[in-house]
């Protein structure tokens, strides 16, 4: 069966370190794989995508990397801010679904000043 | 409106009772979604539409009913409202050809 999943645990770090985010994937094959900040009460905000002909992605602090062999995508937040607090989502889009997403239920991180 | 507004922004439900949740968008945007997000489950699709006068269902569409009878707007109904229907209600769209969806601010949804 299809299953996306991420770090099934909260991540608690202190201010200027790095978060590290997992998201694994079985059974898709995506050609896009997206990550959405979500803040408690509001809807998900796009982040960033990478193709799948891809390694990694950079905006600003954030950095994201791609492994289709692995079926695995690494969500980096460096330099961590207290703002940084929010649930991280990722989602998989795929031709052979419309690009319709398919979402994983999300990494809440807390980043301690 | 800037975007995406859902309405009501939360609601208390009878069983059995119909509610229409509603959802508009100023983007132009073709494709329009519905999904529901429940805790440890993540955002379920329940009905999508890639333009006007089309809809399709997603992932878990039993019991709910949409329509899309302009390029504005896209109604989610539930048409006998149940307890398992209860959960928080992102309505999203996209431009065609892009990938980013963008998301309203939910419908909280309690049906008792």
């Known amino acids: 069966s299809q299953k996306i999943e991420q770090n099934s645990e909260a991540l608690n770090i202190q201010e200027g370190k790095t978060a590290t985010l997992t998201c694994n994937y079985t059974?898709?094959?995506?050609?896009?794989l997206q990550w959405y900040r979500q803040d408690p009460g509001r809807g998900p905000v796009f982040l960033l995508l990478i193709r799948e002909n891809e390694k990694e992605k950079r905006k600003e602090r954030l950095k994201v990397t791609f492994d289709t062999t692995l079926k695995q995508s690494l969500f980096h937040i460096t330099a961590s801010q207290p703002a940084d607090s929010a649930t991280y989502l990722c989602?998989?889009?795929?031709?052979?679904?419309?690009?319709?997403?398919?979402f994983g239920a999300g990494t809440t991180v807390t980043v301690r000043a | 409106i800037a975007g995406i507004t859902q309405a009501p922004t939360s609601q208390i439900l009878a069983a059995g009772r119909r509610m229409t949740l509603r959802c508009t968008q100023d983007?132009?945007?073709?494709?329009m979604y519905w999904y529901r997000q429940d805790l440890g489950l993540g955002l379920r699709l329940i009905h999508y539409s890639n333009t006007a006068g089309t809809t399709g269902k997603g992932e878990v569409p039993d019991g709910y009913s949409v329509s899309r009878a302009n390029t504005d707007d896209f109604p989610l109904t539930l048409a006998s409202a149940v307890p398992s229907q209860t959960s928080v209600y992102f309505c999203?769209?996209?431009?065609?050809?892009?990938?980013?969806?963008?998301f309203g601010p939910g419908t909280r949804l309690t049906v008792l």
């Open positions: 989602a998989l889009d795929m031709k052979s679904n419309d690009y319709k997403l398919s």
């Open positions: 059974n898709y094959s995506p050609a896009y």
């Open positions: 983007m132009r945007h073709n494709a």
């Open positions: 999203a769209s996209k431009r065609t050809g892009d990938n980013e969806q963008f």
